[in-house]
């Protein structure tokens, strides 16, 4: 999903934070098997499968 996105979100002038589920407990019991994910702070913008139009659509709000 990483490379999927990247330069997309590099391309919108934004950083990407990669963070591992599996190594953090907390975030492991909230998600479990339900990754990979991505979120602004605490809002989801998709999860599973990169979502280029809920990304397209995320950027349109988030310049």
Do not use: Q, Y
Not at 32 to 45: A, C, K, M, N, T
Request: a negative charge.
């Amino acid at each position: 999903m990483i490379t999927a996105i990247r330069p997309l979100i590099a391309a919108g002038g934004h950083d990407l934070r990669e963070v591992d589920v599996d190594a953090d407990p907390l975030l492991k019991a909230r998600f479990g098997w339900d990754v990979p994910l991505l979120f602004d702070g605490d809002r989801e913008i998709f999860r599973h499968f990169p979502d280029l139009a809920a990304l397209r659509n995320w950027f349109a709000v988030n310049p």
